[in-house]
């Protein structure tokens, strides 16, 4: 099954639109003994709640060879006991074709995510040997959730900004690789409503709902497909660091699904 | 000493403007057992002809932990067996802030590179927390080698390419963070020289010497500063899957300072 299917099914069988993000800050692991450990507490409260695990890749890599070893073990343990639900390794990865295809073989031939985030700045033979796995996710960043998105993605390129023009290069992408969808801040619910308008039917990434500030109501106003799907609304700190991992998911899913009804 | 010192030290002790990529294909190792023990032939054998050395973090992450360890190991080496060489750990990265700040530890207190490479798309306070890294050099890619580069680097923003917006910012960046650099492919000798007239004494690294078919005569030509320094010229596969990486080092060497007299 592709990733598009696995996702899908997940967030029907769960009723859920909510990913979480598997950031576990080394310097702060709330007395498990490691990120695995951490890790693995999460997954187990959150997994009925939820449609999907995103991993940030530089959270185990600031723990060297041990955090790599627990990303490992933790995706591992995903397909392991949840396989209904995919894994999305969040590492911006892109560089020069060649160098791309390794990346990419790190990602999806070692780590065995099901999908990734990748970085659109150097043009669409930099991360071709990602879309080219035509049964893994590929989510090209867009419009980033931080306030310094606006040196580079809203610089005019003509009338619009760039990110647009990135956009619609994602969307071009999308009709030779089905497999290929975009990402978006959700602290921009305007952009996301002017994307929604170019890709009706696209799964949206949707970073920075919580301690980054985004705004769910304006994303799930201008985001939501006509289905009322469409989005995949990533919390990390939101959710891993509350007092109640499996209350917070459950009450984030419930609140999103108010919009879907 | 920071970055800048040491690059410039070893430019002058071993007169060479050459960058060798540590870039072992997992499946091609010609005989060494592993990726540490084919970097370690290479070292060896080139050190006294070249100022930099730069691993692409991607090579590594195609062989699992297994290859994570030959590259810790490989820097390691370097430090303990050439300490005048510094590391540049050709990795890409970038994310919103507090992500980057991770990406940092892992480059500069796990693997202990005394350099990166970071992508700007994300904007200033994505890339910051290498910045504040006073001691370590950083590298911003700008026009990067691959055809596919002029997809968003070539937009035009006003009557500008999009790449030259990028090296204003970065050339911004640079008064602040005096470890601020930026990189460009080769392959585009005229925008070199385009950049040399906006940053006329920072420090270039050019990439895709070689295999990907850059221009060594127009890059030297236009990129030289005043003083024939400024540049750090990254070869790859032509040095390190050369007959005898040693020569192919040397020759480079030489034939790049033809143009430094």
Known sequence: MDFKNKLENAQKKNNSLVCVGLDPDPENLRGAKDQFEFNKKVVDETAEFICCYKPQIAFYGAAGIKGFEDLK?????????????????????????????????????????????????????????????????????????NQGASDFQDLLVGNEPL?????????????????????????????????????????????GIGAQGGDLEGTLNNGLTKDK??????????????????EAAQKLRDEINKYRN
């Open 163 to 207: 990110y647009l023009k990135v956009a619609q290069k994602i969307i071009d992408w999308n009709k030779r690789y089905p497999n290929v969808f975009l990402e978006i801040g959700a602290t921009w619910p305007e952009e996301i409503g002017s994307l929604r308008k170019l890709a009706f039917s696209m799964p949206f990434l949707i970073a």
């Open 229 to 246: 799907k469409g989005l995949i609304i990533s919390s990390s700190r939101g959710i891993i660091y509350a007092q109640n991992p499996k």
């Open 73 to 145: 073990k933790t995706i591992d343990y995903i397909h392991k006991n949840y396989p209904k639900i995919p894994v999305l390794l969040d590492g911006k990865r892109a560089d020069v074709g060649h160098t791309s295809e390794m990346y990419a073989q790190e990602v999806f031939d070692f780590y065995d995510a099901d999908a990734v985030t990748v970085i659109p700045y150097c043009g669409f033979d930099s991360i071709k040997p990602f879309f080219q796995r035509s049964d893994r996710g590929v989510f090209v960043i867009c419009r980033t959730s």
